[in-house]
């Protein structure tokens, strides 16, 4: 199983830059896709990024995923520049055997979630 805890949500002026963190504990971590997907209110999931893929290319430029590595204990980030209007959403991290069901925001593993909301 794989636990996966977020952080660094906020609100934030159009523009400006947010970090976010996902604490990551499991076993076998090293067999998971690995990123993040966001959710605004009424519309479907939407992938953001994975740690095999990068960023996507609705984001591509502005945001950029990395990873810190350390035994079974991992921190996921996703550094967001340049945030607009319509980045905000309630932000996910997740874990899958699968890439494709991080892109569709439909991981078996995520967190809680954190909001982040960019205002004009």
């Known amino acids: 199983a794989v636990r996966l805890v977020e952080s660094g949500g906020g609100s934030v002026p159009s523009g400006g830059s947010l970090t976010l963190s996902c604490a990551v504990s499991g076993t076998r971590l090293g067999d998971y896709y690995m990123g993040w997907f966001r959710q605004a209110p009424g519309k479907e999931p939407e992938g953001v990024a994975t740690d095999e893929s990068g960023a996507a290319d609705s984001v591509k430029g502005r945001f950029t995923i990395s990873e810190d590595k350390r035994d079974n204990k991992w921190t996921l980030y996703l550094q967001m520049n340049n945030l607009k209007l319509e980045d905000t959403a309630m932000y996910y991290c997740?874990?899958?055997?699968?890439?494709?069901?991080?892109?569709?925001?439909?991981?078996?593993?995520r967190g809680q979630g954190t909001q982040v909301t960019v205002s004009s």
């Open positions: 997740g874990a899958d055997l699968r890439e494709s069901k991080l892109w569709n925001g439909h991981p078996d593993y």
